[in-house]
């Protein structure tokens, strides 16, 4: 029998977007020359008032930015609009935005002497700002929107509308949003134009935190975007489904007008085996559920999945794989010249929802017979690397494509509440992947801190190991209550398998993600954190590509129940399993959540 993976929570503030896209999106792909970053302040009068660290908002936001600004680097075209700047502007307070430093990449003197005359003075007219630096950037190229704002408009346009209109349809343009020193109002009002905008929600209370927030957001706008692809062109309809080819990376997205996609996958040689990734983010609250299959052009089943994501409190990841094989390269699912994947969203979303497919061919191996049988992680495991950030500081990616590759070894990285950094890691065949996370032990923990690791196989499937913890007891997510708490997570080793079970195993070797996710009270500062890394057992029992597929039974072999032949039968009872256990772990997660923390978002 084929598995379920109901994959749910990675927490994260990863930009993979909301919007409406076109029913066949355009590749994000371009450089920072093509697009570039409006920097989009708040001028306000608001921005006059203390902060809780002492200083007025205004001046933390100086000093804020002229760091940042200074350190950006020469190649990107950056731009600075403000808006409240006009003293009693009467009438024209709604249209009261100015550019004060057009788009460009040798303007960063000119940047810092604008910041430096950045004054508090009028109203709020975020909607009509976002308008106007929409126009500013154009229509080329990745495009980001940077807004700092202390509190909610105070004018027409809605700016959460106006963020919505200019991503849609326009796969290139992100908005990125903090909150200053914000109320419970402004607040939500932010994080829906960060939402509609494609883009994250940082909330900062005091400089050091702006300042690393600006950081953070300033760098990722020129980073590809969250969901990055060619165009996968979906069809409501099975017969004008496009045809897809391995080794190449594709967007679409689902719901709204658009609730099953359809795609033929293209088989380069008979006897292999293909696997394919659905990885994305699910950018407003709610829950969403896909259901995938593979299927022969004839029905014969090949593999079924549900995916499942939460959009409550934006914890929204959601990753899932399907692979077709059937235990045998003889089997219609290895031979099949083409095979037609399903994804029909389950009360579908209203607005499209992003997503990428990875695909992956991989011959049938000519010593499958003797490859070791996968197993499970180990209980009770031990790192063997010491915890302790010795090996220096580290800068994850904002997803999944722009993840750094890292060495194994012990790193301290500083994350904000909310934010979710990515690392790649290669593990070969026979090795493991473990991963061990921790709060400073010279710190005191902040307020309802939380921590989340995860580890995705190469299309970006997660195969962590859900019940097994470190010899502590640590698990995969949980409170983070005291000084040096910690989250861990394994993988079972990277062991072939010619039909994936129903447990999440690692079966490819190559570069595997580790996604780290903290979350904590609002206004908390950059926490550092301690991130170690570590890839055991020496490379080992690699299958042999190269020769004549084996055919003889596997030791990998299923039990004879997994061998049944009406392969509508075996879909039915993994869509009957799975949807119990996608339920299941929704209802868990939800509690743990709640349970934990006030708010992730």
């Known amino acids: 029998m084929r598995r379920i993976l109901a994959v749910v929570a990675l927490a994260a503030a990863i930009a993979l977007g909301t919007g409406t896209l076109p029913a066949s999106p355009a ?62 502007p009467g009438a024209d307070s709604c249209t009261d935005s100015q550019l004060l430093v057009p788009i460009g990449t040798d303007n960063r003197d000119e940047l810092r002497a604008a910041v430096g005359r950045y004054e508090p003075a009028g109203d709020t007219p975020i909607g009509y700002a976002l308008q106007q630096a929409g126009a500013d950037l154009g229509q080329q190229g990745f495009r980001g929107i940077l807004l700092v704002s202390d509190g909610i408009a105070t004018c027409e346009p809605d700016p959460c509308q106006i963020a919505a209109e200019l991503t849609a349809q326009d796969i290139g343009m992100r908005i990125d949003v903090i909150g200053f020193d914000v109320d419970a109002q402004a607040r939500q009002q932010l994080q829906c134009v960060a939402d509609r905008g494609r883009g994250d929600y940082l909330d900062v209370s005091e400089a050091d935190s702006l300042q690393h927030a600006l950081e953070r957001l300033s760098t990722r706008a020129f980073r590809p975007f969250g969901v990055v692809g060619e165009s996968a062109g979906g069809t409501v309809e099975a017969a004008d489904a496009p045809e897809l080819v391995a080794g190449t990376q594709y967007a679409d997205e689902l719901g709204g007008d658009r609730p099953a996609l359809h795609y033929l996958l293209h088989r380069e040689q008979p006897g292999s085996i293909l696997h394919v990734g659905i990885t994305g983010r699910l950018p407003h609250q709610g829950t969403l559920s896909i259901d995938g299959s593979l299927t022969t052009a004839d029905g014969t089943a090949c593999d079924a999945t549900t995916v499942a994501a939460l959009g409550e409190d934006r914890y929204s990841i959601f990753t899932g794989r399907l692979s077709a094989a059937e235990g045998s390269p003889s089997h219609a699912c290895a031979t099949a010249e083409t095979l037609l994947l399903s994804l029909e969203a389950a009360a579908p979303p209203d607005a499209p929802v992003p997503f990428e497919l990875r695909i992956r061919e991989e011959p049938w191996p000519s010593n499958a017979s003797t490859l070791p049988a996968p197993t499970d992680a180990e209980r009770g495991w031990t790192l063997g690397i010491a915890a302790d950030g010795a090996t220096g500081s580290l800068v994850g990616g904002a997803s999944l494509n722009d993840a750094p590759l890292t060495q194994p070894g012990s790193y301290t990285i500083e994350m904000l509440p909310n934010e979710f950094q990515f690392f790649r890691v290669a593990a070969d065949w026979g090795q493991q992947v473990r991963v061990h996370a921790n709060l400073s032990p010279d710190l005191p923990a902040p307020a309802d801190a939380w921590g989340i690791l995860q580890v995705l196989d190469p299309v970006g499937a997660d195969v962590g190991a859900l019940l097994a913890t470190d010899a502590d007891g640590t698990r995969w997510a949980q409170p983070l209550p005291e000084p040096g708490s910690a989250v861990a997570v394994t993988t079972a080793p990277v062991r072939w398998d010619g039909d994936p079970g129903m447990l999440k195993r690692p079966v490819m070797a190559g570069e595997h993600y580790v996604a780290m996710g903290f979350g904590a009270a609002e206004g908390t500062p950059p926490m550092p954190i301690i991130v170690t890394i570590e890839v055991i057992g020496e490379a080992a029992a690699a299958p042999d590509f190269s020769g004549t597929p084996d055919t003889a039974p596997a030791v990998a072999e299923e039990a004879p129940a997994a061998t049944l032949d009406d392969g509508s039968l075996r879909v039915l009872i993994t869509f009957a399993v799975g949807g119990l256990i996608a339920i299941g772990v929704i209802v868990l997660l939800v509690w743990l959540w709640r349970r934990a923390t006030r708010r992730y978002v």
Do not use: C, K, W, Y
């Not at 007025?56 to 936001?61: D, E, K, P, Q, W």
């Not at 804020?64 to 009693?88: I, W």
């Open 27 to 88: 590749s994000a792909t371009g450089t920072p020359e093509d697009g570039g970053l409006m920097v989009v302040l708040d001028a306000s009068g608001s921005m006059a008032e203390i902060t809780p660290d002492g200083t007025t908002r205004i001046a933390a936001a100086r000093g804020a930015l002229d760091a940042v600004m200074a350190n950006l680097p020469a190649q990107h075209r950056v731009g600075l609009r403000v808006f409240g700047a006009t003293p009693n």
